[in-house]
């Protein structure tokens, strides 16, 4: 079997279009929830707020790759690029003939499609009664695989390309289904991934099923609040992120800078509830990704929980943490900071463990003030750590009850 080295990574997300600028906000306290006016005019709809990502710059692309993406599909080839110029491999680089070449896979993925294309196309087709407004592009942005298909087609991989598409657990699984892939010897290098983009759709169903944050929309800043006993729902935002993965040898004869090692992963069903999480089953993931890293709960110096400010998703995750059976592991979430980027969400936590383990610092959760009894048990983490970190677990659990973790190793140690 082969070790699995991480490369390269990048990141667009409501608090900063570079790791570095989203590491100092994390740092700072700063949050990415802001109020969006044009959804207050959406009859019915209670939610206000959101987190957007701004001031990127889609023309980085080229214009005729660019006719086929939708804003998620941008803001994911973007980041994949910054991620390959971190490693070494971007296109004007001389390790770029790695990436367009059989060697190289993508795995990344979306919640859907475009939100944005798939409007325009209803409203064309109720105003006109016809497809005459159609443009030809369209079904490339909204198919489901639309962002791992345009960052192939753009970098020229030809490798395999993978599309999971599972809500919140996307980018955890492409990132595990990467791992597998070169700790089985089929590719060398996988460029592992998600992103979502904000449509007041996504947040519309959240206010439907009473999961969305609305006692907050006059103050933005103060939710999500997970973990704590005012939480009131989750906050959606967009935002992408992107992973290099490589065989470890392969990394080092190149000289590349190894930013960290994934030594396992495991992703299951709750096989239960298909909006009801289940502690059994985010106990069962987590464990068999240790089971998977050949390492005991004793030796994992930070937990990055899912916690997106949910009632019952709070409650169920706190007590799987519990079951593990280890309550001094320190334990924090980052989406007080950037709300939920669904499909985006695990690629983007991954990046803050990886940044924590290089700055030997635990971020705290943001807007966790007071602790509810129900996610007590665990080591709650309310102010920022100074200290060194080995193994990390980052877990997402998403609708259907799936569940992916990972554990990742600090090369630096």
Known sequence: MKRVAITGMGIISPIGNQVDTAWDSLVDNRSGIENIPAWEKIKDLKVSIAGQCRDYDPKRINRKDRRTMGPMAVMATLTALDALNQAGLGPEQPGFDLISSKHTGVAMGSTTGSGKTLETMFNDFLETGGIGRLEGTAFMKIMNHSVAANVAATLGTRGRVISP?????????????????????????????????????????????????????????????????????????????????????????????????????????????????????????????????????????????????????????????????????????????????????????????????????????RNLDRIDPDCAGICHVQKIIEKPLNLVMTSNFAFGGINATLILKNHQN
């Open 165 to 365: 598409c599972c809500a919140c657990a996307t980018s955890t699984q492409a990132i595990g289904e990467g791992y597998e892939i070169i700790k089985n010897g089929h590719q060398k290098v996988m460029i592992c991934g998600g992103a979502d983009e904000l449509h007041p759709s996504t947040a519309a169903i959240f206010n439907i099923l009473n999961a969305a944050s609305k006692n907050y929309c006059q103050e933005p800043f103060a939710t999500p609040k997970p973990f704590d006993v005012d939480r009131d729902g989750l906050v959606v935002s967009e935002g992408a992120g992107t992973l290099i993965l490589e065989e470890f040898n392969h990394a080092q004869e190149r000289g590349a800078t190894i930013l960290g090692e994934i030594i396992g992963y495991n992703t299951c069903c709750d096989g239960s509830h298909m909006t009801t999480p289940q502690a059994s089953g985010m106990v069962q993931c987590m464990e068999g990704a240790l089971e998977n890293a050949n390492c005991q709960p004793a030796q994992i110096d930070y937990i990055n929980a899912h916690a997106t400010g949910t009632r019952l998703g709070d409650v169920a995750e706190a007590q799987a943490i519990a079951m593990l059976g280890n309550h001094k592991i320190p334990v924090s979430a980052t989406k007080g900071y950037t709300g939920h980027t669904l499909a985006a969400s695990g690629v983007m936590e991954s990046i803050f463990c990886l940044q924590m383990m290089a700055k030997s610092v635990i971020i705290p959760t």
